[in-house]
Structure formats: structure tokens, C-alpha cells
């Protein structure tokens, strides 16, 4: 394996943790109070975005690996 695939994969479970975590805090949050309620939606959305993009591109690679 490649750096950075193995750093692509470190990442995507990083991102995949922030996103179940802020999740379960958004799921809770009746009322945006503060702007630490603003951060964690920002986070939240942040790193569903780097999650995609990791996700994708270690997808390809399988799919490329998988190919004759």
C-alpha cells in the first residue's frame, strides 16, 4: 500500500467519527443557542464533505485494483 492511501483510510475513519459525533449532537439540538452550536453544524457539514471525497477516492482505487 501506498502513503497515501494509508492516509486516506486514517482520515476516513477520522472524518467518519466527527460525522457520527456531531451527528448524535445535532440529533439532540432543539435550538441553535450559541456559536459553538454554529461550529459543531459547520464541523458536521465539513467533514461529510471530506468524507465523500475519501470515500470516492479509495473507492475508485478498490474498483481500480479489483479490474483486470
Known amino acids: ?24 449532537y445535532l440529533m439532540n439540538l432543539n435550538d441553535m443557542e450559541s456559536f459553538l452550536d454554529f461550529g459543531i453544524i459547520m464541523v458536521f457539514f465539513i467533514s461529510l464533505i471530506l468524507f465523500i471525497n475519501f470515500f470516492t477516492k479509495l473507492t475508485s482505487k478498490l474498483i481500480k485494483s479489483l479490474s483486470f
Open 1 to 24: 500500500m501506498y502513503k497515501s492511501t494509508i492516509q486516506q483510510i486514517i482520515f476516513f475513519i477520522i472524518t467518519f467519527f466527527i460525522i457520527v459525533k456531531a451527528g448524535k
